[in-house]
């Protein structure tokens, strides 16, 4: 049986993602500047929303003093996440060991002599007068540890780091009656997806193999007994030799994506005699990704640190695609109610395609080639801001309505809540607070802080209550710095 790990991210994500050429910036998942604190909320206490909805162009500029023709803003951000890695790479070894499937044993003529298979030790066995029950127990013991060791690699064993660079304009000039606007975004990330095949060791099936096993006699042939759960023994009744080895397709599939975004955004207005605006928006955008994988089967790791160095060097396949966003954003005097759609059609994109006629279950192949095909999922993010009429003060919120998985398989569905004072001074920082929670996946919480200094400049930080011990160190499971520079002319 095999288990799809949804998301196995290794600490060495972090350096595969620094080191993976010409990568920068977020996968799409990420919010830059002082959205990092607000999340998908167009507040208006900052010059540019940046929230993700399209509507929210026109919300800004009608903010911007009438003198100035452009407002744009240079954002660089980056997040960290990861689960619990002390000596990570010690177990992707110990498992390596393990499903290595050279078996080897010691014996002569009496039968007698210590067997092992792979990374199992099958004890001193006499061929002649075997402890079945104690061998039995041996394997066992050693199955259940290395069964613990793929569950825990499968829960604890990640790491993802995203950094990014977002470019948005927005010209304060009439359009057909509305507001346009630009985007441009670098964007590359790495991971590594787990396929673990379970170790389904069965006692009685074991019990019933040796016994047959050493029921051989000299003339036999030598024979393969299947203990279950990919161990199995053979024993050789003329030269009184007896090996073992275990099978296993457990595997990683490392991945890393690439991506340069272009927007263009048009945000038209409706005003309403009671004074409230409904903004509609719209964005076409041309996307360049690509994308590459590799695929290791556990047993064929010699050097776990090592493994990263394959997908560093991998081939991206690189895909073009032109996609849609769009939104709707009402603003009134002490309120504003927005909703977004991104990726309206779904695009797809493409990897590189993995050998898989090595692998022993055809399962597991056809989980690989699931993979071979990303598919940009549609979100819908509903949002909602109350605030006072000189918007000081602002509490805000914005939910995700659906789980949608990025490039390299991570679940996203993101709920955050933020509340800010604007201080309109330019020696006095404007302060805003915010807390994100994943609602699926990693399932993590993040509490933001944030700054806007001398007007232009945004300082936004952020960290999860969850621990995790790293080399005996008690660090937060995620952590995020965004710094941002805004300007008119």
């Known amino acids: 049986m095999l288990r799809h790990i949804p998301r196995q991210r290794l600490a060495a994500a972090l350096a595969l993602t620094i080191c993976a050429p010409s990568t920068l910036a977020a996968n799409g998942f990420m919010q830059t500047?002082?959205?990092?604190?607000?999340?998908?909320?167009?507040?208006?206490?900052?010059?540019?929303?940046?929230?993700?909805?399209?509507?929210?162009?026109?919300?800004?500029?009608?903010?911007?003093?009438?003198?100035?023709?452009?407002?744009g803003a240079l954002y660089l951000g980056g997040e960290l996440e990861y689960g619990n890695i002390q000596e990570l790479f010690d177990i992707y070894d110990e498992l390596a060991n393990a499903f290595n499937d050279d078996g080897s044993s010691s014996g002569g003529g009496s039968g007698g002599g210590s067997t092992s298979g792979g990374g199992l030790d099958f004890g001193d066995i006499d061929i002649n007068d075997p402890d079945i029950a104690a061998i039995i127990d041996r394997v066992e013991g050693q199955a259940n540890h290395i069964g613990a060791l793929l569950a825990l690699v499968a829960t604890e064993g990640y790491a993802n780091a995203d950094a990014a660079v977002d470019l948005p304009l927005i010209f304060n000039t009439d359009i057909f009656g509305?507001?346009?606007?630009?985007?441009?975004?670098y964007s590359?990330?790495?991971?590594?997806?787990?396929?673990?095949?379970?170790?389904?060791?069965?006692?009685?099936?074991a019990q019933t193999e040796l016994e047959a096993a050493f029921n051989l006699q000299p003339g036999d042939p030598a024979t393969t007994y299947d203990l279950s759960g990919g161990i199995s023994l053979t024993i050789d009744p003329n030269t009184?030799?007896?090996?073992?080895?275990?099978?296993?397709?457990?595997?990683l599939a490392t991945r890393a994506a690439q991506a340069t975004q272009f927007g263009v955004s048009y945000s038209y207005p409706i005003v309403f005699e009671n004074s409230s605006t409904l903004y509609l928006g719209a964005t076409a955008k041309y996307v360049r990704m690509g994308l590459a994988r590799v695929a290791t089967r556990i047993g064929d790791i010699?050097?776990?640190?090592?493994?990263?160095?394959?997908?560093?060097?991998a081939k991206f396949v690189n895909t073009n695609r032109f996609g849609m966003d769009f939104g709707a954003l009402w603003v009134a005097k002490h309120v504003s109610l927005g909703t977004s759609i991104t990726d309206a059609f779904e695009p797809s994109y493409e990897f590189n395609a993995i050998d898989t006629s090595n692998y022993n279950n055809p399962t597991l192949g056809a989980l690989i080639d699931e993979l071979q095909t990303y598919e940009q999922e549609r979100q819908i993010t509903v949002e909602g801001s109350l605030y006072t009429e000189d918007r000081a003060w602002a509490l805000s919120t914005s939910y995700e309505t659906a789980a949608i998985k990025d490039p390299l398989g991570a679940e996203h569905q993101w709920f955050?809540?933020?509340?800010?004072?604007?201080?309109?001074?330019?020696?006095v920082p404007s302060v805003r607070l915010g807390y994100h929670m994943n609602q699926v996946g990693s399932e993590i919480?993040?509490?933001?802080?944030?700054?806007?200094?001398f007007r232009y400049v945004d300082l936004d930080l952020g960290m999860s209550s969850e621990k995790v011990e790293i080399d005996g160190t008690s660090l937060p499971q995620g952590a995020s710095a965004n710094l941002g520079f805004h300007y008119t002319f």
């Open 33 to 71: 500047g002082p959205a990092g604190t607000y999340g998908k909320a167009s507040s208006g206490q900052t010059a540019i929303s940046n929230s993700g909805n399209p509507a929210a162009i026109g919300f800004d500029r009608q903010r911007m003093n009438q003198e100035n023709t452009v407002l």
């Open 178 to 185: 509305g507001t346009l606007g630009f985007n441009f975004s």
């Open 188 to 205: 590359g990330s790495a991971s590594a997806v787990g396929f673990m095949e379970d170790i389904d060791f069965d006692a009685a099936t």
């Open 240 to 251: 009184n030799s007896v090996s073992g080895t275990f099978d296993n397709d457990s595997l």
């Open 302 to 313: 010699t050097d776990s640190e090592d493994l990263f160095d394959d997908i560093r060097d």
């Open 416 to 427: 955050s809540i933020s509340g800010g004072w604007n201080s309109n001074s330019f020696w």
């Open 445 to 453: 919480n993040m509490y933001k802080l944030g700054f806007t200094l």
